[in-house]
């Protein structure tokens, strides 16, 4: 699958206006980065799966100021280098979004570390236990309200 | 003899590995559930060495935040602080003079070298080899005299600088690299006939731990992991960066998936990076080491990116979100060890343990990465 | 009985027998493997040819805490890892002693700051220790010297003197 081609399954998935095609992938680390909503993260995973991508990282993002979390999902094609970017918020109050996990194995790990720091729930996950932090712990540190 | 003494119960059995041990490299904990000598489930449990260098990133401005990135993977420090400079580079739009470039790319593969070594010698230790371990550390200890010439440190570098590197090279330097890499060359027959050929290593590596490409792929696996598996994906080459492109280096890649092919690829690799130090001292410009005009509070304007390098381990990421402050809004690190132990459950089921630890001592991990 | 009195040690007191033994055991520590980040590796190059802790008689390192009578706490502990850290000094048997080597060992290094959650600062908050090794990491000649101030403080002597300042 071409990056074009991958761009326009990808923009019946992305919530409109917010498809940002980055061709400068000296400015930003990725060529094309994609806005969905939760309920699309899975669909998006899919059809990166399809499309022989692997998954990099997940990134949560506190926009404290704005009530929201953003989850950023880096995926890497490794034959040409090429990186996308699937981006989505959810609201700060009862954080939830369905998992790749079961698409990605990978995410697993990643998915609890989310959990971890920011108390994001990802809704189907088979294990949400505590991975970095100790087992008892019921804090989330990477927000910004969280004061030890 | 009665019933219940003819009838064979069997059942598996819980045993727990680490989080203090010799062979897990670190404080990595392991709930084996075994059924005599064989893995059924190994499920690793982390955190012990926790640090939260994420949430410093977010406390400390950015040239505070550089000590910290050589104590994640203090094994190939230089990587980290690599990945972060740039990163934070890219974000600010400050362009590293050409003296910089090389000099960083000469003291990161020396970085990569001095990691394979300590790879190599703790390896074999975890397989019950004590010997190599001596060797590899006597050229170890070269490279970092070389480096601490210049660095001042010798295992937890903070030697780049946003816009370049801290201190030139100087004669001493360069003769001194030359050198070595003649004296490690002339080592490798004796590394391929104390370890490579040694039959116990073949015996105890040669089809053991198994890591399908595909494996790789699900899990985000990367580095000598990948390469092993016969995928043929190096940063340096897919997704280059520095000067890189202006070097001639092959990546080395087996197709077996097993032990013997993540030693052999790290083996090579240490070859290939001796001949990118010598294009890159044959190649050095004269010129300065640090860009002008960088802020000594840098503040990188609002928005974010994503750097990768290859560091020895695998693809070391950094996202980086600024607000146009002068510390970071959010600092994620992505480790290569992190995404390379999560596939260790799924492949290491049914094996033997000794095998399973070979596997785990293969996929070269530095817990500290993977609990950040 | 208000006054103080002086009770010996026991009952017969044998004082070059335990100068004996404290030089014995000096020369024969048994480190514990015990390496928690960055400082263990250079715990493990001082166990290496170029520095050679051997030569001090430190270099059987044991695996396991009840084989092994000095524990070097080479690392930043964690709070999670506390308890098992806590274990282990428990698990020695005696005489033990414990050399804090690094900065996070001994107070919790360059990891301290305000809401930090995660890091104990120093390992003398769990168990004392006998001998500070400071440095993020310590060289292997800074352990080695550790060694043998741990080795003056079982013996009442040091084994090389001191090198005058230049």
Sequence with gaps: MTLSELKTQLASLAEPGALISETDHAKRGTDLDVTVSAGKVVAAAELLDTARYTLEAITGVDWIAEKQIELVYDYTLWESGVRVAVRSRISRENPAIPTISAIFPGANWHERETRDFFGVDFTGHPDMSPLLLPEDATFHPLRKDFGA | MSIEAQTIHRETFVLNLGPQHPATHGVLRIKLTMNGEYVEDADPVIGYGHRMQEKMGENRTYAKFLPNTARMDYVAALFNTHGYVCAVERLAGITVPDRAEYIRVITAELNRIASHLLWVGAFLIDLGGFTPLLYTFDDREQILDLLESITGARLTFCYYRFGGVCNDI??????????????????????????????????????????????????????????????????RKNEPYSIYPR???????????????????????????????????????????????????????????????ESARGVFGVRLVSDGTDKAYRLKLRSPCFSNLSLFRDCSRGMLMADALALLGSLDLVIPDIDR | MDEQTHVPPGLIHFAALDQMLDLARANSLWPLTFGLACCAIEMMAT????????????????????????????????????????????????PKWVLAMGNCAISGGPFVFPGQYAVVEGVDKLFPVDVYVPGCPPRPEALIEGILELEKKLTGKRRWPVAPAQ
């Design chain 2, 170 to 235: 100087d004669e001493q330097f360069i003769s001194g690299t030359r050198a070595f890499i003649a004296r490690l060359h002339s080592r490798m027959p004796m590394y391929h006939a104390l370890i490579t050929q040694n039959i116990i290593f073949r015996k105890r590596c040669e089809g053991i731990g198994p890591i399908p490409a595909e494996t790789c792929r699900k899990y985000g696996g990367s580095g000598p992991v990948l390469r092993g598996s016969g995928v043929s994906y190096d940063v």
């Design chain 2, 247 to 309: 070097l001639d280096f092959n990546i080395p890649v087996y197709q077996e998936c097993d032990c013997t092919a993540r030693y052999k690829v790290r083996m090579d690799e240490m070859v290939e990076s001796m001949r990118i130090i010598e294009q890159s001292l044959d190649q050095l410009p004269a010129g300065p080491v640090m860009a002008e005009k960088v802020p000594k509070l840098l503040k990188p304007p609002k928005g974010d990116c994503y750097f990768n390098v």
């Design chain 3, 47 to 94: 166990g290496a040819a170029r520095f050679d802790m051997a030569r001090f008689g430190c270099e059987v390192f044991r695996p396991s805490p009840r084989q092994s009578d000095l524990m070097i706490v080479c690392g930043t502990i964690n709070k999670k890892m506390a308890p098992a850290v806590a274990t282990l000094y428990d698990q020695m048997p005696e």
